[in-house]
């Protein structure tokens, strides 16, 4: 399966299961979505339960918390993340906050998803990854997938969550890559990363379809300079797995955080943090960042932008080198 076929056959498993599950957002009824992740949902569980909304994010998200404090257990699609910016305010002052201002009489077991990134000549406004915005909020809990087997046990995790989730899909992994996804359901656990490739001269942090530049760099280097790479995909960014980070800076002493988001404010700059406050003893090299650049998305010069497999070599070669 790659990504979209294994989100649908999950949304299609939980659906059946689970009669409190719905799901709306721009086009995602009748058209199945953009990316057709939704496809036969409304024709198979009914318009009730899989509908299209006008286009008003604060409006999708908003009625979203209120059918989650009435029982029901909403799945809201964002059809671009680079459009969820209307609903900052219902997501960042209501939808998070919900659990401490009813002093745990309520919570907002709300799933947000939407496809994020670049890759795919979208332009300015269909290429961001906003991931690092909503870290900055308590209450959230964040994830980002990178693969078929991960899009499944991410979702099912998040549908089972009783607190509210964004799930940010890469949108130019979609299709792209085709993996073994058992029929049983299973659970990827929030705050457990991957550890996708043991090494012992360098740690590579990522996320998303961020991970597979990685892998990539990190085999190359493997061949070109004899440098050994530990690879983390990190899956889930709220929660963190802080444990399976320290254990492998520990282990390699060095360590190089890549993703596609500008680097100023971005996410690796508090895992850079992080490693600093636990691990600053065992460091032989300053943490590097390889990160997208700060400045808006660029449609035709995405390959300038984004930190590719060539880039991060160039990070981990330096690191090493240090």
Not at 123 to 150: C, N, R, T, W
């Amino acid at each position: 399966m790659n990504i979209i076929q294994s989100l649908n056959q999950t949304l299609h498993q939980q659906f059946a299961k689970d009669d409190r599950l719905i799901t709306f957002g721009e086009d995602c009824g009748f058209f199945g979505g953009v990316f057709r992740v939704t496809t036969g949902l409304q024709e198979k569980f009914g318009k009730e339960r899989c509908f299209d909304t006008p286009l008003c994010e604060q409006g999708i998200v908003g009625f979203g918390i209120g059918c989650a404090q009435k029982g029901l257990k909403p799945i809201c699609e964002i059809q671009f993340a680079d459009y969820i910016y209307p609903a900052f305010d219902q997501i960042v002052n209501e939808l998070a906050k919900m659990r401490y201002r009813t002093g745990n009489q309520y919570n907002s077991p709300l799933i947000i998803r939407t496809p994020c990134g670049g890759g795919i000549h979208g332009g300015l406004y269909h290429s961001q990854s906003p991931e690092a915005l909503f870290l900055h909020v308590p209450g959230l809990k964040i994830a980002m997938i990178s693969s078929p087997y991960d899009a499944k046990g991410l979702l099912i995790s998040a549908i089972k969550s009783n607190d509210p989730v964004i799930l940010f899909e890469p949108k130019r992994i979609y299709r792209a890559i085709k993996e073994e996804v058992p029929e049983e359901e299973y659970e990827i656990p929030f705050g457990k990363a991957d550890v996708a490739r043991n090494g012992a001269d360098v740690t590579l942090v990522g996320w998303g379809a961020q991970h597979h530049q990685n892998m990539k760099a990190a085999e190359e280097v493997a061949e070109e300079f004899d440098i050994d790479v530990e690879v983390l995909n990190m899956r889930s960014l709220n929660p963190l797995d802080t444990e399976t980070l320290s254990a492998s800076i520990q282990k390699t002493g060095r360590c190089v955080v890549a993703h596609e988001a500008p680097k100023t404010g971005g996410f690796g700059a508090e895992i850079s943090s992080l490693i600093m406050e636990s691990c600053f003893l065992h460091l032989r090299a300053p943490i590097n960042r390889c990160c997208g650049l700060d400045t808006p998305f660029p449609h035709t010069l995405e390959h300038e932008y984004l930190p590719d497999a060539y880039k991060v070599k160039q990070a981990l070669v330096e690191t090493v080198e240090y």
